[in-house]
Each structure stands twice: as structure tokens, then as C-alpha cells.
């Protein structure tokens, strides 16, 4: 199977969902990098939060299993031509680069299953739209692991 010739070939993975309103700049961004850090920032000024950097070396496993998911999702063969343009609500990219395929999307940040349904090409963006939510849980789950998130409180939040 590819999937299998692609365990030996280049990885990267970027992906990057954001706006700017209200509270300023608001993203978040993963970074999957060729030597096994996995690089995690997560920015919200809302209610005067600080920004979440988080940076952990992943075992061979879970980049395994990050390329199997990617692999299965078919992503590489979509073309996001009839995708949402970026617009006032935000913008999603992601860029893989797996063996000797790269590819990059950008679209419009995506509310729920109805903005999927409603757009010119909703099979492809369905694809995107759960490949996002699989790579979500991967990373994060994977700095949990980590002990990343030990302390769920952030500097000037107190517990009740």
C-alpha cells in the first residue's frame, strides 16, 4: 500500500485556523515537523488570556498513526479551487507534505456541517472539515499525553 512507502518519505504538517476582530488576532496553529516536534500555539485575547505555546518530540507511533489518518482521509487528491474564499469570519490552511506529495488548502473558517453542505464542493470539504478534527485531537491529545496541559489553569486564572 502507498501508505506504507510513505513511512520512510518526508512529513510535514501545518494547520492554521484564525481571524482578526474584536479581541485582535485569534488563531490557532499545529505544526507537525519532519523531526518529530510537534509545535502547538493557540492565541485568545478574549478576557485578557495569554497565548499557549507548547512545543513536544512525538514517538514514531503517533506519526505513524498522523500519516495513516491522513492517508485514509484521501486529502491529497482534493483540490480546493471550490472552497470558500477566506473571508471576515477567518481562514483555515493546511499543508501536508507526505513522501513525494505536497499540497496546500486555504478556505474560509468553517461554523459547523451546514457551511460544508452549503458549499460548491461539499464532498471535498467534508474530507477537509474531518481530517481537521482528527488532526485537532491528535495533536492535542498528544501534548495531553505529553504532560503539556498539566496544569489546565492558566497564569491569572484562579480555580473556584
Known amino acids: 500500500m502507498a501508505a506504507m512507502e510513505e513511512d520512510n518519505g518526508e512529513f510535514y504538517l501545518r494547520y492554521y485556523v484564525g481571524h482578526r476582530g474584536k479581541f485582535g488576532h485569534e488563531f490557532l496553529e499545529f505544526e507537525f515537523r519532519p523531526d518529530?516536534?510537534?509545535?502547538?500555539?493557540?492565541n485568545s485575547n478574549y478576557k485578557n488570556d495569554t497565548m499557549i505555546?507548547?512545543?513536544?518530540f512525538l514517538t514514531a507511533a503517533v506519526l505513524k498513526e498522523c500519516r495513516r489518518i491522513i492517508s485514509e482521509s484521501e486529502i491529497m487528491k482534493e483540490d480546493d479551487n471550490?472552497?470558500?474564499e477566506p473571508d471576515r469570519v477567518g481562514r483555515q490552511e493546511l499543508e501536508i507534505v507526505m513522501g513525494n506529495e505536497h499540497i496546500s488548502f486555504t478556505t474560509s473558517k468553517i461554523g459547523s456541517l451546514v457551511d460544508v453542505?452549503?458549499?460548491q464542493d461539499p464532498e471535498g470539504l467534508?474530507?477537509?472539515y474531518y481530517l481537521v478534527q482528527d488532526l485537532k485531537m491528535l495533536s492535542v491529545g498528544s501534548l495531553n499525553e505529553a504532560g503539556a496541559f498539566a496544569n489546565p489553569f492558566h497564569a491569572g486564572h484562579e480555580s473556584s
Open 36 to 42: 518529530g516536534k510537534l509545535r502547538y500555539a493557540n
Open 126 to 128: 467534508r474530507i477537509f
Open 53 to 56: 505555546r507548547k512545543e513536544v
Open 117 to 119: 453542505h452549503s458549499s
Open 82 to 84: 471550490n472552497w470558500p
